[in-house]
């Protein structure tokens, strides 16, 4: 309560504020002491919003990675850790009644740089590329930021969670790296974020989601107000 009282409350309605994340890719780390107390944090958040009378306008989501996930490639095999499911199953059965959206990073660069030899560079960002196909749900996909969104909504599938929607939380492209980071380039970083903005502004949903409810991977305030929404281009 103190905590929403000092940094939501004092701040709105002149300042926009769509939601509130607490703590970040807990679920892809390897503090199972925060695994066990992320879902009591969340509702002792949203507990606080609703008390003051903001949580119809102010949503409490926690954003993940990549890292939560057993496999996401390709999409329709999407899947989270068996060791995760018990912590992530609840949560998500408490953002549906909240009506709150799954938050994820997604990174092309981090799975770019996983395996440079076999991805190819202008498909991780939004080049003109030849792209995969997903056997399975026979969809193609021309670049690596919908295959992971995708991956997700199939994900939430396989744990029986149809309806939940995504919102990204974080994206971009490291403008310099370690010697083992390949791509990691100020070209590449400009490229993937200026195509990145290029995609958000078509606003239209992924090949597995179409018609998502917002139709589009990110909230619809974010294709107008990039500087300040949830994106991050870290």
């Known amino acids: 309560m103190d905590w929403v009282k000092n940094n939501v409350e004092p701040f709105v309605p002149w300042t926009r504020i769509r939601g509130t994340v607490v703590r970040n890719e807990v679920l892809g780390g390897g503090n199972q002491e925060l695994w066990e107390v992320l879902l009591l944090s969340v509702k002792n958040s949203h507990a606080a919003l609703n008390l003051l ?15 939560a996930f057993a496999s996401s490639f390709p999409p329709s095999a999407g899947a989270f850790k068996e060791t995760l499911v018990p912590y992530m199953k609840p949560l998500l059965e408490y953002f549906s009644q909240i009506k709150s959206h799954f ?26 590329n030849t792209g995969i196909e997903d056997a399975k749900m026979k969809l193609h996909y021309d670049n690596i930021f919908e295959a992971q969104i995708d991956a997700t909504y199939v994900a939430f599938e396989k744990a029986g969670f149809e309806m939940m929607e995504v919102i990204v939380s974080e994206s971009g492209w490291g403008s310099k790296g370690d010697a083992n980071e390949a791509g990691a380039m100020l070209s590449n970083a400009r490229t ?24 589009s991977p990110f909230s619809p305030s974010a294709i107008s107000e990039i500087p300040n929404h949830l994106i991050v281009f870290d």
Do not use: M
Not at 53 to 67: C, G
């Open 103 to 128: 938050y994820i990073n997604a990174y092309p660069f981090l799975t770019y740089i996983s395996d440079p030899e076999h991805i190819d560079n202008n498909y991780a960002i939004f080049k003109n």
């Open 192 to 215: 993937y974020n200026f195509n990145l903005c290029k995609r958000l502004l078509k606003k239209k949903g992924t090949p597995y989601r179409p018609n998502s409810e917002r139709d």
């Open 53 to 67: 009378h903001l949580a119809d306008d102010v949503e409490v989501s926690s954003p993940h990675s990549s890292s």
